[in-house]
């Protein structure tokens, strides 16, 4: 079993920035994907950014070149940098850890805000 515990969330302007941060604990693989998910009020959870453990990343559209995801393996912890921030990148904004054989754990989840 692994533990997420996210940090970093909060209310900013349009425009602005926050960095998220999720330190995990617990049983870690070596080979794992790490990602960052949200669910905006009425809509689905949907994946914002993935990192496997070699360090290739993956972004849905909406997020690219305003999100950088990064990981320190040596810290078990991921990271989120998210820039230029819009009113629609509202969500609580969960921490997710998938090891090789498929198995899911997520974090409690962090409310990220933004005013226009």
């Known amino acids: 079993q692994v533990q997420l515990v996210e940090s970093g969330g909060g209310l900013v302007q349009a425009g602005g920035s926050l960095r998220l941060s999720c330190a995990a604990s617990g049983s870690i693989f070596t080979s794992n994907t790490m990602g960052w998910y949200r669910q905006a009020p009425g809509k689905q959870r949907e994946l914002v950014a993935a990192i496997g453990s070699s360090g290739i990343t993956d972004y849905v559209d909406s997020v690219k070149g305003r999100f950088t995801i990064s990981r320190d393996n040596a810290k078990n912890t991921l990271y989120l940098q998210m820039d230029s921030l819009k009113p629609e990148d509202t969500a609580v904004y969960y921490c997710?850890?998938?090891?090789?054989?498929?198995?899911?754990?997520w974090g409690q989840g962090t409310q990220v805000t933004v005013s226009s």
């Open positions: 997710s850890y998938q090891d090789r054989y498929s198995r899911r754990s």
